[in-house]
């Protein structure tokens, strides 16, 4: 595979690809114009099932629209915020972030650090074991600079026996290119593992 012709979003999508299995209950949990929820129907089929939030009535509606346009019916569409969505859903084998704001939508209106970190904390409680969290993080321009470095400080602090975490950067790209990561639930903990560990930087 070739890099320079990719971005965070389409390698979230070879991921879901990859790992998404026919029957999977999974989230979309910021749904907006509902392109990543209908890539997500299709993977999981029609014994799967998937939950999509979003706090704008637009960005449901947006996504209603296009699912009915491909006649996917296996999608359950929440209006409310993500980080409330262990009062929807019980176990997700994958849940799936793409923070910013609505594309073609208002830019005042994104994610944020405070829900953003409530939320990722309630997509790992309710992860099955070998499940992933996927996240594309936008930052610069109009949504600045906090829910970037809140959610990577974050990441950072994860249990590593519990969770393994894999970051993505297109490094030498311009003008803030949005970033990829997994959060795996790791399925024999890290501990049991022959992890190379080096002193810390003084
Ligand atoms: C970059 S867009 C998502 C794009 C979308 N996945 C798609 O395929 O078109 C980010 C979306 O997150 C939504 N959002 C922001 N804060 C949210 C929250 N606390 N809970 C749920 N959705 C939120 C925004 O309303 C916006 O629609």
């Known amino acids: 595979m070739n890099y320079f012709d990719k971005n965070a979003l389409k390698l979230s999508h070879a991921h879901f690809r990859a790992h998404i299995k026919e029957g999977d209950t999974v989230i979309d949990a910021t749904a907006g114009r509902g392109r990543d929820t209908l890539l997500l129907s299709t993977l999981v089929g029609d014994r799967g099932k998937v939950f999509a939030f979003d706090i704008q009535e637009e960005a449901i509606s947006s996504t209603r ?9 296996n999608v359950t569409l929440i ?41 990722i904390d309630a997509a790992l ?21 906090e829910e970037h ?12 026996p519990k969770y393994t975490v894999m970051l993505q950067s297109f490094f030498n790209r311009k003008n ?16 049991c593992l022959p992890l190379r560990s080096f002193r810390a930087r003084p």
Do not use: M, W
């Open 125 to 145: 409680s309710i992860l099955k074991e070998d499940g992933f969290v996927s996240l594309c993080i936008y930052y610069g321009g109009d949504t600045g600079f």
């Open 149 to 160: 470095d809140a959610i990577l400080a974050h990441l950072q602090s994860l249990d590593p």
């Open 176 to 191: 803030c290119p949005p970033l990829f990561a997994i959060i795996e639930k790791n399925r024999v903990p890290a501990a």
């Open 79 to 119: 209006h409310d915020s993500h980080h409330k969505l262990c009062s929807y859903v019980n176990e997700a084998a994958a849940v799936v972030f793409n923070f910013g704001f609505l594309p073609g939508g208002d830019h005042s209106v994104f994610s944020r650090p405070d829900t953003s970190i409530k939320a």
């Open 65 to 73: 629209t296009l699912l009915t346009a491909h006649g996917r019916k």
